[in-house]
């Protein structure tokens, strides 16, 4: 059976959620793919990323835009650097796919970030995180991930690749079905 690719069904709940009014935080901009396509879109985007590498070639691909801040150091600090109402955030997984693939995202920081993005963003707000199950490491991120969803979530909508081994699973989260003391 053919499978939609995962990145054209994350661009399909973006294009839902995102307007020209819209803060997002790319939370892993690597080479600036998702920067890229949340700028065409949004007023304003945050990029994080830890390799300097990635910001370098995120700059390069998004040169078009003057709308894009970016911030080389981890997504766990994003509460350090922006104050104001987030309208979404997006986390893709795992490594730079040009790089060496030794920087990886690390569940703790990962959940960190998630936890600081949760309280950044506004009521209408939502998470799009996709986690790779492939490489050291990655199925226990992705089970943290899943974990810390049913934790504070009531409801959410997942893709993945039915019957793939190790296929990729991206969760798109409202804050609007966050599960209230
Ligand atoms: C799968 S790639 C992202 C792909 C990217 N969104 C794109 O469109 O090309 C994952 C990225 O996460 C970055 N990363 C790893 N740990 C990080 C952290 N703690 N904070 C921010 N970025 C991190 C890696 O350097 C890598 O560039």
């Keep these: 059976m ?5 990145n054209e069904v994350n661009k399909d709940w973006l294009k839902q959620v995102i307007t020209s009014d819209s803060v997002i935080v790319d939370a892993t901009a690597g080479n600036g793919h998702d920067t890229l396509f949340c700028a065409g879109i949004a007023k304003h985007v945050y990029a994080f990323d830890i ?6 070639n ?6 078009d835009f003057s709308n894009i801040t970016y911030v080389l150091d981890s997504h766990a600090t994003l509460n350090q650097y922006i104050h104001t109402p987030i309208d ?5 997984l795992g490594y ?7 920087t990886i995202t690390q569940a703790e920081s990962t959940l960190t970030a998630c936890n600081q993005a949760l309280e950044l963003l506004s009521s209408r707000g ?4 996709t986690c790779y199950l492939g490489h050291p490491g990655g199925a226990n991120e992705a089970a943290a991930v ?10 959410y909508q997942s ?23």
């Design 58 to 63: 995120a700059k390069i691909r998004t040169s």
């Design 51 to 56: 390799q300097k590498e990635a910001i370098e």
């Design 126 to 129: 939502f998470m799009l995180i």
């Design 96 to 102: 730079l796919p040009t790089s060496d693939k030794s």
């Design 2 to 6: 053919r499978h939609r690719n995962i």
């Design 159 to 181: 893709y993945t690749y039915e019957n793939v081994s190790l296929a990729p699973i991206s969760y798109f989260i409202e804050k609007r079905h966050r599960i209230l003391d």
């Design 88 to 92: 979404g955030i997006i986390f893709n």
């Design 146 to 155: 899943k974990q810390w969803i049913d934790t504070h979530f009531f409801a």
